[in-house]
């Protein structure tokens, strides 16, 4: 019989999971299929998930959280390549929703027939891994700020945005150095792209692939408050060109004139003045739903 692990965060996206629970309880028996459950907890958990592994052996693991469960359990999931599914039912579920994940159609990805994407990772610092985005600057601060606010949902991360909107007024003088090339630019964010857009929907980078064995930094040129709002929040047809300048690379360094705030897959990390990014080709197998052929 099939074994399956589930990991559940139970507060993700500060909705009750017992409904989610007894759904997915009804197609493992539907499928015949064994479940195993572990339930994070905050303390400790790519431990207890290092744990669970080798005591239960799954033959999949999914996972029940947003893009924060994901990125600390990544490397216990890399180091066991284990294929994994994702129930994307988290607060900020960006990679889900690169890949065409729902809650609608996530467990029939797990249990019926479905295909496979094997995820570049791209590692920051040598030790924090990035499978979606990253970023230095604007956006990273306003993770920070929206972590210690109360506020959640998209109202509170608009206000948490606007609150950011001064520091448009204080670049950082920042070099990039990739592939024996030199790039100076006077900016507020670079964003660390492995794919196209945001949990928010925001398309940051349209070519963007999670495969391609690359990966892309995007640096915000010159921009007013109005101007950036307009885009966050009501321009529906995004022409990034105009806002930003691209760099594709499969490794890079980022040198600052002063610390910038980090944050990858929604996790903030703290401030840091120099910024070193290595990928990893096909480091994760993800379950997507079936493409048509």
């Known amino acids: 019989m099939k074994k399956l692990l589930f990991v559940i965060n139970p507060v993700s996206g500060g909705t009750d999971k017992s409904e989610l629970i007894e759904k997915i309880k009804a197609y493992c028996r539907n499928y015949e299929v064994s479940a195993e459950w572990l339930h994070?907890?905050?303390?400790?958990?790519?431990?207890?998930l290092q744990d669970a592994i080798a005591q239960h052996q799954p033959d999949q693991i999914a996972l029940a959280g947003g893009d924060g469960t994901l990125h600390e359990l990544t490397p216990v999931l890399i180091q066991h390549k284990t294929t994994i599914g994702i129930i994307p039912s988290g607060s900020a579920n960006?990679?889900?929703?690169?890949?065409?994940?729902?809650?609608?159609?996530?467990?029939?990805?797990?249990?019926?027939?479905?295909?496979?994407?094997?995820?570049?990772?791209?590692?920051?610092?040598?030790?924090?891994?990035?499978?979606?985005?990253?970023?230095?600057?604007?956006?990273a601060n306003l993770v920070r700020r929206y972590e210690q606010e109360s506020r959640r949902g998209f109202l509170g991360y608009a206000i948490s945005a606007?609150?950011?909107?001064?520091?448009?007024?204080?670049?950082?003088?920042?070099?990039?150095?990739a592939h024996g090339q030199s790039y100076k630019f006077n900016t507020?964010?670079?964003?660390?792209?492995?794919?196209?857009?945001?949990?928010?929907?925001?398309?940051?980078?349209?070519?963007?692939?999670?495969?391609?064995?690359?990966?892309?930094?995007?640096?915000?040129?010159?921009?007013?408050?109005?101007?950036?709002?307009?885009?966050?929040?009501f321009d529906e047809e995004n022409h990034e060109s105009e806002l930003f300048e691209y760099l594709s690379v499969s490794e890079a360094s980022i040198h600052c004139s002063r610390a910038m705030p980090l944050q990858s897959d929604g996790e903030y990390l703290g401030e840091f003045g120099s910024v070193t990014l290595t990928l990893a080709q096909n480091h994760l197998r993800i379950l997507t739903p079936k493409r048509p052929h």
């Open 162 to 177: 606007m609150k950011e909107l001064p520091s448009l007024d204080d670049p950082v003088d920042v070099e990039i150095t």
């Open 94 to 139: 960006g990679l889900a929703r690169e890949l065409g994940i729902t809650m609608q159609n996530a467990l029939e990805t797990i249990f019926e027939a479905s295909d496979t994407i094997h995820l570049d990772v791209v590692h920051i610092n040598s030790q924090e891994p990035m499978i979606h985005m990253a970023d230095l600057g604007l956006n």
């Open 188 to 233: 507020n964010f670079v964003g660390i792209a492995n794919a196209r857009m945001y949990g928010t929907g925001y398309n940051l980078n349209p070519n963007g692939k999670l495969d391609d064995g690359r990966f892309e930094l995007c640096i915000l040129k010159e921009l007013s408050p109005r101007l950036l709002t307009d885009r966050l929040f």
């Open 40 to 48: 994070t907890t905050g303390e400790n958990d790519p431990e207890r």
